[in-house]
């Protein structure tokens, strides 16, 4: 899989542009802050339509400008082409091979594209949300039944809260036994999610710990378990004491050790960002086995933020196969870590050279 080409317009500060791709390594290089994160958040978002950086789209739009506009090209197994248009005006919207989707949902798993940037740190350090989303973006570009029960449990989720509100405000019409329904379907749901999040981490957990073995040379061990929030139907009166549901997969959590000890309250940074490294290395293998394609690669600046070692056996992974996108503000110390051909494009203002 790879993007063949892109169209960006009124996109931070990309304005207009037409960009051709190599399928298998692009350098984009630059001084900071002239745009080339904005580059990679653009490819992001027309496979995610959602940024990497805000959840807000409407900062995404240039400067005095109604809207943006990304088009692209994605070449899958076999040569077959799909032509993905993301557009936010008023509204956002998806259309792929000039039909639009009926939910801007539906757009996971056509393109998949995972993202190494400095703010990984946080899937180690930071807070439940961010793993969770993590893990929710994992299992939806691989797998669209699961998007399609994630989806239901938000919905479900969100009656149920909007009904304990009800009860725990008193407000006229609201009765405890019509939590009942919610709990049965909060219940299947929960147990589907659970059981793919179990799955999935035991699958990242073998795949990290044989990666991190390597990046460290044997000096760590890195361990990741799940620890799911089952859904406890006995908490229901101190839900309607408070107003929301308080179990479920909405706070999931992972976590990681390193040699045994807690990596989120007593690793060094440098061991934090091996660690995501690693299971960011590690949810590219897991997308091959599931798709059996390698997925878009997008590197942020990741190689100003490591030592030579960790770099050159990050470089020596992603460089396996598959499409690259890598972001520096010097070509050379990029340019001998790949392997076989590539492309540059330099990024000045907004304007996108190559």
């Known amino acids: 899989m790879y993007l063949s080409s892109l169209q960006i317009r009124n996109f931070r500060n990309i304005k207009e542009t037409q960009l051709q791709f190599n399928p298998r390594v692009n350098i984009i290089l630059g001084k900071n802050g002239q745009g080339k994160t904005n580059l990679l958040e653009a490819i992001y978002f027309l496979g995610i339509a959602r940024s990497f950086r805000t959840s807000c789209d409407t900062v995404l739009i240039t400067q005095g400008m109604d ?38 949902i539906d757009l996971i798993g056509h393109f998949q ?65 019509d939590i009942d329904v919610w709990d049965i379907q909060l219940q299947e749901t929960s147990n589907r999610i659970i059981k793919a999040r179990k799955e999935s981490i035991k699958v990242l957990d073998g795949l990290s710990t044989g990666i991190h073995h390597q990046i460290t040379t044997g000096s760590e061990i890195v361990k990741i378990s799940y620890k799911p929030s089952v859904f406890n139907k006995e908490k229901r009166f101190d839900e ?100 076989g051909e590539y492309k540059v494009f330099t990024v000045k203002d907004g304007l996108i050279i190559g």
């Open 67 to 104: 809207g943006f506009f990304l088009s692209g090209i994605v070449v899958q197994q076999h040569n077959i082409q799909d032509k993905i248009d993301v557009f936010l005006e008023d509204t956002k919207k998806v259309r792929i091979n000039n039909k639009f989707l009926p939910r801007i």
């Open 113 to 177: 594209v995972i993202i190494f940037f400095p703010e990984d740190l946080h899937l180690v350090k930071g807070t439940p949300d961010i793993r969770r989303r993590f893990l929710d973006i994992l299992l939806s570009q691989s797998d669209p039944q699961y998007l399609h029960y994630l989806q239901q449990y938000h919905k479900i989720h969100k009656h149920r809260n909007k009904m304990l509100w009800q009860l725990k405000t008193g407000q006229e019409g609201a009765a405890i036994s």
């Open 240 to 339: 309607i004491r408070k107003g929301h549901t308080l179990s479920g997969p909405h706070l999931d959590d992972m976590c990681f050790q390193i040699n045994g000890i807690d990596a989120k309250k007593f690793s060094s940074q440098g061991q934090q960002r091996t660690a995501a490294i690693s299971l960011r290395l590690a949810e590219m293998e897991y997308l091959y086995q599931q798709i059996k394609e390698l997925p878009v690669l997008l590197l942020d600046d990741v190689c100003s933020e490591l030592d030579d070692v960790r770099k050159g056996y990050l470089m020596k992974a992603v460089n396996q196969g598959g499409q690259i996108f890598i972001t520096t503000t010097e070509l050379d110390t990029v340019r001998e870590l790949m392997d």
